[in-house]
């Protein structure tokens, strides 16, 4: 029986060369049929591929459908194909129901911006290649998506490319995951070198020859190398520079793409090629170290953002660090669990937060915003259930998510890493209730509607977040009609994402609640197949789960405690004595402008790595080998030929005798060439 | 009888003045009748080898270098009425009108 999950990626692509190619002249009602409808259906067929698969006997199971040939050589090919297992199914799950409700989201969002039809054409396309990506049956087909999804988000991050800040940071985004891609594309030559084909299949089969190395070899240098390739796009330690700076792009696009899908690839990669990290401890224990640096590290840069949108971005490098060190401790479940759940929240604070400025008219300083609560309630509920499940508390998802990685981080021996992943806990308790507070409680800090000139303020601002990129017919915008004055909440359309997100953040971590806490811990028992397939023998030492429970219970308390800690020192700064922040910022001083500025890496980058570049570029590469070098042997040959045939030229004198002396001549040296050689 | 070498000794002598007198003279019916003396000279050598060997074929290219000679001198004073014509000279260094 055939699912022909080809469906699924083409849908998306459907809707993207409709109203990409076609779109301008559609209404925008059209548009959003288009573009949800195949959204929309992409994400029904997959649920109907997940019955189908649910009563799939396990012996089929990866699913794995091949259609024609790609790449055909004598010792190599590579097919068109899809590969479905429990990973690729909850991938798969994620990207279609996130990305549709987004979509939705986006219908209210956008509705006043220009290049609406490009817009979704880009969000549709975007979805293609991420079902690309998690749908692939061979890692050369992975890296296309992959590739794609870079694209898709360098070309939605400059949305607005006639802000200059906007271009750059799309510009940043794609060059950054570059320097990834590069180690991504070094792996796959490597496993091409030593097992002759991209398919999983293939690899896993011949990976599984391999004992673990206990010193490091190729297994681990390939599992190095695809580290790379995951710290680019999904944000880690070093190249984690280009996701803050991609909140340039219109919010429900951080949501869908910054936050909730691609930045997840990364882990996706590491998860799907667990057999490989299996048997490259070091590579193992390097994913886990990074991951956990990048946790605390991003963590940290978020405690003093004032821009919504930033401490979002930090927040999500952050998680993402523990979705790293969840997969470094081989606990790769717990990883994908907490990519599930993180998918949910984190989408839903990005909407939430896009509701926020939609509503404030481009406004995404936290210091002008407080009070919402009063004006949008069902923002404020939904981004409340959001808040409290990215602090951890029970029983949301992300305390059984994170606590599910902390704990196995524990019970794995790391117990250092354990401590850091505790202490970042703590600080994303505060930073995101700061957020809260800062947001919902209080006075409202902004512009008010009844003061002319504020209002003008306002306005000029709005169209300065609508950005000048918009199509004639859309120039009406920011008059009168739609008055941002008051902060008001949003429209249906924008509203109902936010609850279904809400209701998922409630319920899906119910799926891993683990044995200790009387639950059945069912999502990492769903995985396991995938995560034995290919594994080493000798990795099978799971802790005994039933003697450890009470400790498992233990160690939930102390997250949970971090958490409240975090709570409570962000109720006290940020509610009940408002004025402490400023005051501690300023006895700080410069650690406090040192983390504000996000410890000038950007800076430190900029001198290290980019200021050589543009320099070694412009002096030596354009200037000595391009225009001295090779400009300088083509314009030399060209002017040697010039001033040869400007000598030659005189020998065609237009004079016939001389011509008859050449002749003569000639007919001399070839009578005396042949007496000299005796030719007769 | 006479040997060979000295007719082609005679040849080589009058070709030699035909060439001379076709670098070192201006006017263009001079060079053409240099021409015409080099054409004679090599006829000289055909028949001298002719008769020498006991061979027709020489005879019969002396036949066919007169019937290219005459066509030649035919089309050759044709082109140089034509050129004195339009130019009033029979100089051939102000025949240049080709020159760069």
Known sequence: ?680 | MVPLSYYLILSAILFACGVTGFLIKRNIITIFMSIELMLNAVNLSFVAFAASLKALSGHIFVFFVMVVAAAEAAVGLAIIISVFRTRETLNVDRVNLLKL
């Open chain 1, 1 to 680: 029986m055939s699912l022909h999950l080809w469906i699924i990626p083409l849908l998306p692509l459907a809707g993207a060369a409709i109203n990409g190619l076609l779109g301008k002249r559609f209404s925008k009602a059209l548009v959003n049929t288009i573009a949800l409808g195949s959204t929309g259906l992409a994400f029904a067929y997959a649920l109907w591929v997940t019955a189908q698969f649910a009563g799939m006997p396990s012996s089929q199971i990866p699913y794995i459908e091949q259609h024609s040939a790609w790449i055909t050589t004598a010792d190599f090919s590579v097919n068109w194909g899809f590969y479905l297992d429990q990973l690729s199914l909850v991938m798969m799950l994620i990207v279609t129901g996130v990305g549709f409700v987004i979509h939705v989201f986006s219908v209210g969002y956008m509705e006043h911006e220009g290049g609406y039809y490009r817009y979704f054409a880009y969000l549709n396309i975007f979805m293609f290649f991420m079902l690309m990506l998690v749908l692939a049956d061979n890692y050369l087909q992975m890296f296309i998506g992959w590739e794609g999804v870079g694209l898709a988000s360098y070309l939605l991050i400059g949305f607005w490319f006639l802000k200059k800040s906007a271009a750059d940071a799309g510009k940043k985004a794609f060059i950054t995951t570059r320097v990834g891609d590069f180690g991504f594309l070094i792996a796959l030559f490597l496993l091409i070198k030593h097992f002759g084909t991209l398919q999983y299949e293939g690899v896993f089969k011949a990976v599984s020859a391999y004992p673990v190395e206990t010193s490091a070899g190729f297994l681990t240098a390939i599992g190095l190398l695809m580290l790379l390739g995951a710290t680019g796009k999904s944000a880690q330690i070093p190249l984690y520079v280009w996701l803050p700076d991609a909140m340039e792009g219109p919010t429900p696009v951080s949501a869908l793409i910054h936050a909730a899908t691609m930045v997840t690839a990364g882990v996706y990669m590491v998860a799907r090629s667990h057999a490989i990290f299996d048997r490259g401890p070091d590579a193992m224990l390097a994913v886990a170290v990074i991951g956990t640096l990048t946790a605390i590290f991003a963590a940290s840069i978020g405690l003093a953002q004032q821009d919504i949108k930033k401490v979002l971005a930090y927040s999500t490098v952050s998680q993402l660090g523990y979705m790293f060190m969840g997969c470094g401790v081989a606990a790769y479940g717990a990883g994908i669990f907490h990519l599930m759940t993180h998918a949910f929240f984190k989408g839903l604070l990005f909407l939430g937060s896009g509701a926020i400025i939609h509503s404030l008219g481009g406004e995404q300083d936290m210091r002008r915003m407080g009070g919402l609560r009063k004006y949008m309630p069902y923002t404020f509920w939904c981004m409340t259930i959001a808040t409290f499940t990215i602090a951890g508390f029970p029983p949301l998802a992300a305390f059984f998510s994170k606590d599910g990685i902390l704990w196995k981080t524990w019970a794995s021996g790391n117990h250092i890493l354990w401590l850091i992943g505790v202490i970042a806990a703590g600080m994303t308790s505060f930073y995101m209730f700061r957020l809260w507070f800062l947001t919902f409680f209080g006075e409202y800090r902004g512009p008010t509607p009844e003061t002319g000139a504020h209002a003008q303020d306002v306005d000029t601002r709005h169209a300065a977040h609508t950005g000048a990129v918009r199509d004639a017919q859309d120039a009406h915008v920011t008059s009168g009609s739609h008055g941002h004055g008051a902060p008001h909440e949003s429209p249906w359309v924008m509203v109902v994402p936010l609850i279904i997100l809400a209701f998922f953040c409630v319920i899906s971590g119910w799926v891993g609640i683990s044995e200790a806490m009387g639950g059945s811990d069912r999502f990492d028992h769903f995985l396991a197949p995938v995560f034995q397939a290919a594994a080493p023998v000798a990795a099978t030492g799971t802790p005994p789960a039933h003697e450890s429970a009470s400790i498992e219970l233990l160690f939930s308390t102390i997250s949970v405690a971090a958490a409240l800690v975090g709570f409570l020192i962000a109720w006290f700064l940020y509610y009940k004595r408002t004025d402490l922040p400023a005051k501690i910022a300023r006895s700080l001083g410069g650690l406090y402008t040192l983390v504000l500025d996000k410890y000038r890496i950007d800076e430190l980058y900029s001198a290290v790595f980019i200021k050589p570049l543009i320099a070694a570029s412009t002096d030596i590469f354009w200037k000595g080998m391009d225009r001295g070098l090779i400009d300088g042997a083509a314009d030399g040959s060209a002017a040697a030929a010039q001033e040869v045939s400007d000598e030659m030229r005189r020998m065609q004198s237009g004079n016939i005798r001389s011509y008859a002396g050449w002749v003569a001549v000639g007919a001399a040296v070839v009578i005396a060439f042949m007496v000299w050689r005796g030719v007769r």
